[in-house]
């Protein structure tokens, strides 16, 4: 069983800048498929960013330009750099370990682990 906490989270205006972060019990090196999803109130989760076990990066369109992902294998967490936010960015921010639906980049809701949440709110 792998755990997975989610930090980071909070609370900024327009253009504002977090980072998240997901502590994760197993190695982070394991080859498994991680990403983060994101989901607001009476909407879906939506997948925002994911890296594969060989490292390659996938991005909603939403986010791309803005949104950074990564594996600190020294702190052994998968983190989420968020730049320019914007009030659409207000949700639940969820970090996701071992894909079970297929390829890493289809950003599908469909993970095997799942952290409890962070919560990310901005204001206009």
């Known amino acids: 069983e792998v755990e997975l906490v989610e930090s980071g989270g909070g609370s900024v205006q327009r253009g504002g800048s977090l980072k998240l972060s997901c502590a994760v019990s197993?190695?982070?090196?394991?080859?498994?498929?991680m990403s983060w999803f994101r989901q607001a109130p009476g909407k879906k989760r939506e997948g925002v960013a994911a890296?594969?076990?060989?490292?390659?990066?996938t991005y909603a369109d939403s986010v791309n330009g803005r949104f950074t992902i990564s594996k600190d294998s020294d702190k052994n967490t998968l983190d989420l750099q968020m730049n320019n936010l914007n009030p659409e960015g207000s949700a639940m921010y969820y970090c996701?370990?071992?894909?079970?639906?297929?390829?890493?980049?289809?950003?599908?809701?469909?993970?095997?682990?799942w952290g409890q949440g962070t919560q990310v709110t901005v204001s206009s």
């Open positions: 890296i594969d076990g060989d490292g390659r990066i």
């Open positions: 197993e190695s982070i090196d394991n080859g498994e498929c």
């Open positions: 996701a370990a071992d894909s079970l639906g297929g390829s890493c980049d289809t950003l599908i809701p469909f993970f095997r682990y």
